[in-house]
């Protein structure tokens, strides 16, 4: 134990030395007495990644997260937080012109006492210190962050050309935008496309898709809306004419080359995602308005995955219209939103974090935010539609029903 605490102070030392800032809060974090034992000192010494150059800007939103996680909501725990939130992240000022990375993850940090401040940036890049000065009172007295990333934060006080959104490691959404999107980053040239299930529709099997679809409107098990797309489709709902020739007309820019054969039905198809070998398109991202993208194999642990809309939420204007996670569980410290896509994104996320939900069921999330990305909608209808989606009819069927009939 003597050795563990002599080998951290020597990191604390050496981090506080190669940065040369009083802000690094690893020692705050090592000294906070809560959470089991060594916890403390295992996420101080893994915090220091998290604020070297090459790390990820929103991983240290994550650890300030964990931090009061697992180190319990005391005094020094949020303390210890909130210098990791605003903390200055490392930066080389000899390359790529000391660009000064933030994150761009709206539901980063999630814990509520850490929302709405903002970080400390390079001196040499924050001249005036406006930066800095916002970080001191927003740590004092946090902005309004619903819905809003760090780099929002910061571009809505006028230092956005400061700044630059950088994504959460494996995609996540700058400034929530991508929410629910295309995370096939490369992918057949899908850039927008609706492919959520499992984001990779166009690949394997899927190669010999349209020989077995011999264009009948994919009406698997999970595809029953289709036809509500067609007419947006030019009439390319994968009919007998096209058999798997990419859906042209209003299916703009979908690139599907290779092995995919135009198999995608993307675009103003609202993505009907042909995955797999297509066996009832599980967890199909384009099941049109108001279907399913069940298939049955669906578990959602202990959250009921749905979201509600409403009128004048706390700290809103009573005409204002914010989305939020309806479970109780699954909310989390997830603040409500004026974008469905930052909690729908939110959502899908507890699902694996704190639900113990299955893979069918992370899939079917997936499609379900993805007509929500497509629909554009910012109402009541839009949580319908995603509840919906899910089996939940506007979330008058209750969870214990429909898990039941998925494990018989």
């Known amino acids: 134990?003597?050795?563990?605490?002599?080998?951290?102070?020597?990191?604390?030392?050496?981090?506080?030395?190669?940065?040369?800032?009083?802000?690094?809060?690893?020692?705050?974090?090592?000294?906070?007495?809560?959470?089991?034992?060594?916890?403390?000192?295992?996420?101080?010494?893994?915090?220091?990644?998290?604020?070297?150059?090459?790390?990820?800007?929103?991983?240290?939103?994550?650890?300030?997260?964990?931090?009061?996680?697992?180190?319990?909501?005391?005094?020094?725990?949020?303390?210890?937080?909130?210098?990791?939130?605003?903390?200055?992240?490392?930066?080389?000022?000899?390359?790529?012109?000391?660009?000064?990375?933030?994150?761009?993850?709206?539901?980063?940090?999630?814990?509520?006492?850490?929302?709405?401040?903002?970080?400390?940036?390079?001196?040499?890049?924050?001249?005036?210190?406006?930066?800095?000065?916002?970080?001191?009172?927003?740590?004092?007295?946090?902005?309004?962050?619903?819905?809003?990333?760090?780099?929002?934060?910061?571009?809505?006080?006028?230092?956005?050309?400061?700044?630059?959104?950088?994504?959460?490691?494996?995609?996540?959404?700058?400034?929530?935008?991508?929410?629910?999107?295309?995370?096939?980053?490369?992918?057949?040239?899908?850039?927008?496309?609706?492919?959520?299930?499992?984001?990779?529709?166009?690949?394997?099997?899927?190669?010999?898709?349209?020989?077995?679809?011999?264009?009948?409107?994919?009406?698997?098990?999970?595809n029953s809306g289709a036809a509500a797309c067609n007419a947006a489709n030019s009439g390319n709902a994968n009919q007998n004419a096209n058999n798997g020739k990419a859906n042209q007309g209003a299916n703009n820019g979908n690139a599907n080359q290779g092995a995919n054969n135009g198999n995608a039905n993307q675009g103003a198809n609202n993505g009907n995602a042909n995955q797999g070998a297509n066996n009832g398109n599980a967890g199909n991202a384009g099941a049109a308005a108001g279907g399913s993208v069940l298939t049955g194999a669906e578990d959602f642990g202990t959250c009921t995955p749905t979201i509600d809309f409403k009128l004048g939420r706390p700290g809103r204007k009573a005409t204002e219209g914010t989305f939020q996670i309806s479970d109780p569980t699954a909310v989390g410290g997830q603040q409500d939103a004026l974008n469905p896509n930052i909690i729908t994104n939110a959502l899908c996320n507890q699902l694996t974090n704190v639900c113990g939900a299955n893979a069918a069921a992370i899939t079917a999330c997936d499609g379900a935010k993805a007509l929500v990305q497509a629909a554009g909608t910012r109402d009541a209808t839009t949580a319908d539609l995603f509840n919906s989606a899910l089996g939940f009819g506007g979330a008058a069927k209750s969870k214990r029903s429909i898990t039941r009939r998925f494990r018989a």
């Open 1 to 222: 134990m003597v050795s563990k605490v002599i080998l951290i102070s020597a990191i604390v030392a050496y981090v506080e030395a190669r940065f040369g800032q009083e802000q690094v809060p690893i020692s705050a974090i090592s000294a906070v007495q809560g959470g089991s034992p060594g916890a403390a000192a295992t996420i101080a010494g893994g915090a220091i990644s998290d604020l070297l150059g090459a790390a990820n800007s929103c991983a240290k939103l994550a650890t300030a997260d964990k931090i009061v996680a697992q180190l319990g909501g005391g005094a020094d725990a949020i303390a210890a937080a909130i210098g990791m939130v605003t903390a200055e992240k490392n930066t080389n000022p000899f390359a790529n012109g000391n660009i000064q990375n933030v994150c761009g993850d709206a539901s980063l940090p999630a814990t509520p006492e850490l929302r709405g401040i903002t970080p400390l940036i390079d001196p040499a890049v924050d001249t005036t210190g406006g930066v800095a000065a916002l970080s001191k009172s927003s740590a004092a007295s946090p902005l309004n962050a619903a819905g809003k990333s760090v780099f929002d934060l910061l571009s809505e006080a006028g230092f956005g050309d400061l700044v630059a959104s950088q994504n959460a490691a494996g995609g996540a959404a700058a400034g929530g935008a991508a929410a629910g999107g295309n995370a096939n980053a490369g992918n057949n040239a899908n850039a927008g496309n609706a492919n959520a299930g499992n984001n990779n529709a166009n690949q394997g099997a899927n190669a010999g898709n349209n020989a077995a679809n011999n264009g009948t409107a994919n009406a698997g098990a999970g």
